[in-house]
C-alpha cells in the first residue's frame, strides 16, 4: 500500500464536519454525520464532536466559512484531538489550507473509505484494488499535496530533462497505475477462469448497502462459516459457496457493501469483484429496514447497479431486521392486534411497489428463513426453466 495520510492504528479523537448546502436539510446532514461517525468508528476513531455549517455553496479556499473555521480551532486548542474528518471530498489546496489554519490532520469521506479498504484488504485481488483505487484519488491533487513521493531510485537519471518535480510525481504515479492495472488484469482472467468452471448452476448475489446483514444471511443460507462483523465493509472480497436446497442446487456469493458517496476510483478499480454480481442470475438485495435511511440506502443501491449494468436482473428484495424495526417503531402498550394491522399495511405497500418481490425476516433470530429459502427456490427454478427451456425436469 501506498504511504497516505490515514487513521493510526492507535484509537485517535476525532471531529467531523458536515455543510448544509442547497438542495440538502441540516436533518439529513446529522444523519449523514451518524454514518460518518460509524466509518470513523470502523477504521479506529473516537468521534468526539461534530460540527455543521450552512453555506449556499463551499468556500473554495477553505471549504467552510472563515468563522466556522475559527469556532472549530477554538474548540481544538488544549483538547486532545488529532483528525478532522469532513463528509465530503475536499481538494488538496482546501486541505492544506485547513490544516494550516486547525493545525491538525484534516482528511475527506474519500480518505476516509479508501483508509478502511486498505485496512480490510486481504487477498491479493483486494490489495491491488484499493491501492489502485488510491493512486487515482491522489493523481489530481498531486499538486499541493506533497513536494514529491517516496522513490525507490536515486534523483541521478530518474527526472527527465527540464521536467518538474510535480510532473515527475504525476508519471510515477501514472506509471504505477499502469502497473496496477495490468497487474488486475491477470487477476481478473484467472478470476473469470474460476467463473467459468463452476459449470452450468444458477448464479445468486446478495448485494445491499454496507453492515445491512449480508453476511450474517449468507451464513445461514449456506450454513457454512462466514466472517461477520457490525462494521462498515466487513467483506471487501466475494465468497461463493454451493447450496442445494432439496435437489435444487445454485451458487450463492456474498459481495461488498455499496454506501452513499462511494469513491468512483473503488467503484472502478473493484469492477472485477462487482462481476460476480453482473454475472449473477437472480439478485438479493437485502435491506435494514431499522435503519432510519432505509429507503435512501435502496436508491443508492439501485443507483450503482444501474452503473454496473446490472439493475434489470430478477431482484427479490429482503427487508432484514424486523426484530429491531418492531423494537424502534412499536410502543410497548401497543396491542398485538394493531401491530399487526400495521405490519400487514407496511407489507402490502411494498409488495405492490416490487410486484411481489419483497419478503420481511430477521436473520439474527431466524424469522421468517423459512419463507425467504421457499421464495429463493422458486426464482431459481424459475432461471433454470429459462436457461433449459426443453428440459421436462429442473432438479
Do not use: C
Amino acid at each position: 500500500m501506498i504511504e497516505r495520510k490515514k487513521i493510526t492504528e492507535q484509537e485517535e479523537r476525532a471531529i467531523l464536519v458536515g455543510l448544509v448546502t442547497d438542495g440538502q436539510t441540516e436533518r439529513q446532514v446529522k444523519e449523514y454525520l451518524e454514518e460518518l461517525k460509524f466509518l470513523a468508528l470502523t477504521a479506529g476513531a473516537h468521534t468526539v464532536k461534530h460540527f455543521i455549517q450552512k453555506l449556499p455553496h463551499p468556500d473554495t479556499r477553505t471549504f467552510i466559512g472563515k468563522g466556522k473555521l475559527e469556532e472549530i480551532k477554538n474548540y481544538v486548542t488544549g483538547r486532545n484531538i488529532s483528525i478532522l474528518i469532513f463528509d465530503d471530498d475536499l481538494s488538496a489546496s482546501q486541505i492544506a489550507n485547513i490544516e494550516k489554519e486547525i493545525g491538525i490532520k484534516t482528511i475527506d469521506r474519500s480518505d476516509l473509505i479508501l483508509d478502511i479498504f486498505a485496512r480490510r484488504a486481504q487477498t491479493a485481488q483486494a490489495k491491488t484494488q484499493v491501492e489502485l483505487a488510491q493512486y487515482q484519488h491522489l493523481l489530481p491533487r498531486l499538486k499541493g499535496m506533497w513536494t514529491h513521493l517516496e522513490r525507490q531510485k536515486g534523483g541521478i537519471g530518474l527526472r527527465g530533462p527540464g521536467e518538474t518535480e510535480i510532473e515527475t510525481d504525476r508519471r510515477i504515479v501514472n506509471t504505477k497505475i499502469s502497473l496496477l492495472r495490468k497487474r488486475l488484469e491477470d487477476i481478473d482472467k484467472q478470476a473469470t477462469t474460476q467463473r467459468k468452471t463452476r459449470g452450468e448452476l444458477i448464479r445468486v448475489a446478495l448485494v445491499g448497502y454496507t453492515n445491512v446483514g449480508k453476511s450474517t444471511l449468507m451464513r445461514i443460507l449456506s450454513k457454512t462459516e462466514v466472517f461477520a462483523e457490525n462494521k462498515l465493509f466487513a467483506t471487501l472480497d466475494t465468497t461463493t459457496r454451493k447450496v442445494v436446497y432439496g435437489n435444487t442446487p445454485f451458487l450463492l456469493s456474498d459481495t461488498v457493501g455499496f454506501i452513499r458517496k462511494l469513491p468512483h476510483q473503488l467503484v472502478e478499480s473493484f469492477k472485477s469483484t462487482l462481476d460476480e454480481v453482473r454475472e449473477s442470475d437472480i439478485l438479493l438485495h437485502v435491506v435494514d429496514i431499522a435503519h432510519p435511511q432505509h429507503e435512501e440506502q435502496i436508491e443508492i443501491v439501485n443507483r450503482t447497479l444501474q452503473e454496473i449494468r446490472a439493475a434489470e436482473k430478477p431482484t427479490l428484495l429482503i427487508f432484514n431486521k424486523m426484530d429491531e424495526y418492531e423494537k424502534q417503531t412499536f410502543d410497548e402498550w401497543l396491542s398485538e392486534e394493531v401491530k399487526k394491522d400495521l405490519l400487514d399495511q407496511m407489507y402490502a405497500q411494498w409488495k405492490h411497489r416490487t410486484h411481489d418481490q419483497a419478503i420481511f425476516i430477521s436473520a439474527l433470530n431466524g424469522n421468517h428463513i423459512d419463507q425467504l429459502r421457499e421464495k429463493l427456490i422458486e426464482k431459481v427454478r424459475d432461471q433454470y426453466k429459462v436457461r433449459y427451456p426443453y428440459k421436462t425436469v429442473y432438479f
